[in-house]
Nanobody
Framework: QVQLVESGGGLVQAGGSLRLSCAASGRTLSSYTMGWLRQAPGKEREFVAA???????ALADSVKGRFTISRDNARNTMYLQMNRLKPEDTAVYYC???????????????WGQGTQVTVSS
């Protein structure tokens, strides 16, 4: 079993920044991909970014140039640096872990409880 705990969400004005963290426990995550997905009210969960154990990354087109994903394997922790935030980034952000490669589908083996990000205009 893997337990995931997100932190760092909050309320920020448009143009501001937030840094999300996802701390994993329960096992070493070698060969696992870690990812961030988000879900706004009334919408489906959508892919934001993912990072492999090796460091390879993928970002959704909507966040490229504004968000950066990274992970610290020694700490079993993943980060999402979000800059130039927009009101449309408002959502609950979920951390996920899956065995295998990066996918943009919400096909993760383990999920965190989510952290709210609200961007005011």
């Amino acid at each position: 079993q893997v337990q995931l705990v997100e932190s760092g969400g909050g309320l920020v004005q448009a143009g501001g920044s937030l840094r999300l963290s996802c701390a994993a426990s329960g096992r070493t995550l070698s060969s696992y991909t870690m990812g961030w997905l988000r879900q706004a009210p009334g919408k489906e969960r959508e892919f934001v970014a993912a990072v492999r154990w090796s460091g390879g990354t993928a970002l959704a087109d909507s966040v490229k140039g504004r968000f950066t994903i990274s992970r610290d394997n020694a700490r079993n922790t993943m980060y999402l640096q979000m800059n130039r935030l927009k009101p449309e980034d408002t959502a609950v952000y979920y951390c996920g872990v899956r065995l295998g490669s990066i996918t943009t589908a919400p096909q993760y083996d383990y999920w965190g409880q989510g952290t709210q990000v609200t961007v005011s205009s």
